[in-house]
């Protein structure tokens, strides 16, 4: 079956714009998970949906980072404003109901600000 | 705050040697641990868990025993090969109020010689 998808697979924007990167979960995934891999770095934690509403998003780093997943399925994280600092690789993952299950991840979207 | 420490790499070994990356883990409460991998050109996949104290997680010849008294969760396997070639990270889910979004250490990055 299909993975996690995530689009685009690279993105180059200059400082200043605004961006949307998009994760389609594994279907049937009622937990989806935002991270952000800076490089030579681990995976850190952003944001956690279980459903629609957003359970946990103590991890975003300032309010020009916002995400939605406004029927429970498609997730769209959107950087307003964009600093060098966000280059980095946006990574999400989905697993089938949150608590301590197995989390799959996507390929990640390479984000680099000019 | 919660957070995993893991060895530097690169760690280079031959094929048939045996492999230890450490581990250890500061958190609050009782938190689930993680090895996850990244082969190259590939995304994270979890590699093996262990939910509590004294679990040992097993996976493709690898394992990891989750040991409370040392905060550790050092992964092993007794005979590396080439393929194992990747980057391990390890971490840990504490699941506070249903939230699980994973904490993950920097990554060790593991070349397998011929």
Known sequence: GAGVSQTPSNKVTEKGKYVELRCDPIS???ALYWYRQSLGQGPEFLIYFQGTGAADDSGLPNDRFFAVRPEGSVSTL????????????????????????????????????? | GDSVTQMEGPVTLSEEAFLTIN?????????????????????????????????????????????????????????VQVSDSAVYFCALSVGRGGAD??????????????
């Open chain 2, 101 to 114: 979004g994973l904490t993950f250490g920097k990554g060790t990055h593991l070349i397998i010689q011929p």
């Open chain 1, 78 to 114: 959107k950087i307003q404003r964009t600093e060098r600092g966000d280059s980095a690789v946006y990574l999400c993952a989905s697993s089938s109901s949150g608590r301590r299950n197995e989390q799959f991840f996507g390929p990640g979207t390479r984000l680099t600000v000019l």
């Open chain 1, 28 to 30: 049937g995934h009622t």
């Open chain 2, 23 to 79: 581990c250890t883990y500061t958190a609050t409460g009782y938190p689930s641990l993680f090895w996850y991998v990244q082969y190259p050109g590939e995304g994270l996949q979890l590699l093996l868990k262990a939910t509590k104290a004294d679990d040992k997680g097993s996976n493709k010849g690898f394992e990891a025993t989750y040991r409370k008294e040392t905060t550790s969760f050092h992964l092993e396997k007794g005979s």
